[in-house]
């Protein structure tokens, strides 16, 4: 069974860079059926969808984040990370990693999000 | 960037009584490739969100037959036929036509 868990600092200052990562255990993120991502959480936006990554390394982002976002995936970890430039406070969420099911080669024409990890809150505050 | 539309907001019902949650979207999500690329999902109150339905009305593995996902283009509807106690928490609906990805604002199920 594919389990997600992600990582992070919690707490961190404006301006800095949020770094998160997401250690699959039970699979590969080498699977060719499957793109792995990043969604937050916040009691005013609901959920939002970050950016998500292929295993051949194809990234897709979020028009709203794509300046200040990277994805991208250790496959000799069976890791993947987001970075996150020049936070704010809007930045402050529950961030969680998934599993996207492919439904055909194309992004985003996926069969939902199937795995989910706990979440990790981070904080933005000086 | 599409527009996902849930009501109602909140929803009590009865354990054992019909419920129906609807989502909008600002565009259709029907594909060349025949598929509406719409998904449910439930989070219940302390945990991750589950998906429910994928491809507008398949069940994800393990999900109950009470629950069923109808409708096209548009227009979609999450129909749970007995509610029970463990099935309360937020619905959101999502679609993955378009990038970006987008969720509807939610519905908030309760028991009454």
């Known amino acids: 069974q594919v389990q997600l868990q992600e990582s992070g600092p919690g707490l961190l200052k404006p301006s800095k860079t949020l770094s998160l990562t997401c250690t699959v255990s039970g699979g590969s993120i080498r699977s060719s059926s499957h793109y792995w991502g990043w969604i937050r959480q916040t009691p005013g936006k609901g959920l939002e969808w970050i950016g998500s990554i292929y295993f051949s390394g194809t990234t897709y982002y979020s028009p709203s984040l794509e300046s200040r976002l990277t994805v991208s995936a250790d496959t000799s970890k069976n890791q993947f990370y987001l970075e996150l430039t020049s936070v704010t406070a809007a930045d402050t969420a529950l961030y969680y990693c998934?599993?996207?099911?492919?439904?055909?080669?194309?992004?985003?024409?996926?069969?939902?999000?199937?795995?989910w990890g706990r979440g990790t809150s981070v904080t933005v505050s000086s | 960037d599409i527009v996902m539309t849930q009501s109602p907001l909140s929803l009590p019902v009865s354990p054992g009584e019909p419920a129906s949650i609807s989502c909008r979207s600002s565009q259709s999500l029907l594909h060349n490739n025949g598929n509406n690329y719409l998904n449910w999902y439930l989070q219940k109150p302390g945990q991750s969100p589950q998906l429910l339905i994928y491809l507008r009305s398949n069940r994800a593995s393990g999900v109950p037959d009470r629950f069923s996902g109808i409708g096209s283009g548009t227009d979609f509807t999450l129909k749970i036929s007995r509610v029970e106690a463990e099935d309360v928490g937020v619905y959101y609906c999502m679609q993955t036509l378009q990038s970006p990805l987008t969720f509807g604002g939610g519905t908030r199920v309760e028991i009454k």
């Open positions: 998934v599993r996207h099911v492919a439904s055909s080669p194309w992004f985003p024409l996926l069969a939902g999000m199937d795995v």
